[in-house]
């Protein structure tokens, strides 16, 4: 009997065939009359019974019916799969390192958190002062103007300190747009770039929708992710890359881009970006996000745990509300993105961070000048920004050995 992934697998190869037969078809059907006048039927027969055969498999292999909501299957690739992928991505930790890495991560985050709920008044139960964060929301209709508030004091608080170049068109030109309800079930919180597009209620959300969607973007939580879309995150790096080393696009990597928005986060943390516990909160819960991401996604694809239980530990660890975790675990699983790709964030975040201790700390370069020298010189795995940084080429049969994080096991 097939499985469910296997079902995925096959509608996914029949689509893309059946995608291209469409655009042969296509491109000669109405132009080319002989070839209209004995394709027209034997492509309509074929077509049909593509897309019979298409929906046979989606509703009893895989069981996703016609217009009900995409199930979650995944398709985990397996050690070997990780193991090569960790490989092609200069990764020199096994899948059993990353975690335990991960693991270490999120219980800095859990001490931390503690100290805010202690602040706050609510003792050891930090739970509780989540959940008290969660109702410091906007009004339905007044996110926008929030994100605008808190990305001009992102922009404000960086350009005081000197911390990497911005320029004044980069602040103009980005854009705001309101997601979906339908794209909000997988990308429940924010996308950023040139454009940010944020997650809040619209009328067309059940009440149960609308009033998760409010809580999982709160002000707190807000105020740690407008950043991370816009500037100095992917809006400051999108816009220099289009300008520098472009073709280093060719060497795109999530650990880059990705790493970079969620270091960010890491260095606004040490300088006291977030004032009050409550900041500190949204910042923290964003974090043992990112550890979790590390956990559940290897864990997946080293077919360790199911993406119901992956529900479960959003849940249940992280504090995540239920729809929101589950749009989490669905994008992370559903094929939009490479299976290192939740991983990258806080792994690549920790590259650039342990980099930053070695050049700035170590009093060879400035804020300013190790900022900027990344953003231009473009997209690469992280091991060859350090090479560069360094002016150390990496000489013939290189291997990946930068062990940023030491030993974690």
């Not at 693991?103 to 800095?108: I, K, Q, S």
């Not at 922009?155 to 990497?164: A, K, M, S, T």
């Not at 309800?181 to 009440?207: C, N, W, Y």
Request: charge should be negative; glycine fraction near 10%; proline fraction near 6%.
């Amino acid at each position: 009997t097939p499985t469910p992934v296997a079902g995925l697998r096959a509608v996914r190869v029949l689509q893309s065939y059946r995608s291209s037969l469409g655009s042969w078809y296509r491109h000669y059907a109405g132009y080319d009359p002989l070839f209209t006048w004995w394709a027209k039927q034997p492509f309509e027969e074929a077509d049909g019974a593509l897309g019979l055969y298409l929906s046979t498999l989606r509703v009893r292999v895989v069981g996703w019916p016609e217009g009900g909501e995409e199930p979650i299957v995944g398709d985990p690739i397996g050690a070997d799969g990780m193991a090569a992928d960790l490989t092609r991505e200069m990764m020199p930790y096994t899948p059993a390192e990353l975690i335990a890495l991960a693991n270490e991560e999120f219980a800095w985050c859990e001490e931390e958190m503690l100290k805010a709920s202690r602040e706050l008044g609510f003792g050891e139960d930090w739970k509780a002062a989540l959940e008290h964060v969660k109702t410091l929301h906007a009004e339905p209709g007044g996110q926008p103007a929030i994100v605008m508030m808190l990305a001009h004091e992102a922009i404000d608080f960086i350009e005081e300190r000197g911390l990497v170049t911005v320029p004044p068109l980069a602040k103009e030109v980005w854009r705001l747009e309101m997601m979906s309800p339908a794209r909000q079930r997988v990308s429940p919180f924010f996308l950023g770039g040139e454009v940010i597009r944020v997650s809040f209620p619209t009328d067309e959300m059940t009440h149960d929708e609308k009033r998760m969607s409010m809580r999982g973007n709160n002000t707190h939580f807000s105020r740690a992710t407008v950043h991370h879309e816009l500037i100095p995150g992917h809006h400051l790096q999108g816009f220099m890359t289009d300008r520098y080393n472009s073709h280093r696009d060719l060497f795109g990597t999530p650990f880059w881009t990705e790493g970079w928005a969620l270091y960010w986060e890491m260095l606004l943390w040490d300088l006291g970006f977030p004032s009050t516990p409550e900041d500190r909160v949204g910042m923290l819960f964003w974090r043992m996000h990112r550890a979790a991401r590390i956990i559940f996604s290897l864990s997946f694809h080293l077919e360790e745990m199911t993406p119901d239980e992956a529900i479960a530990f959003l849940v249940d660890r992280v504090g995540h509300e239920p729809a929101n975790a589950t749009a989490e675990v669905r994008r992370s699983f559903n094929g939009s993105y490479s299976p290192l790709y939740q991983a990258a964030y806080m792994l690549g975040g920790l590259q650039i961070r342990s980099l930053h201790r070695e050049l700035v700390g170590g009093g060879r370069m400035t804020d300013r000048e190790f900022h900027d020298t990344i953003l231009q010189g473009g997209s690469m795995p992280i091991e060859m920004v350090r090479a560069r940084l360094l002016s150390a080429a990496p000489g013939r049969g290189f291997r990946a050995s930068w062990r940023f994080y030491g030993d974690p096991m």
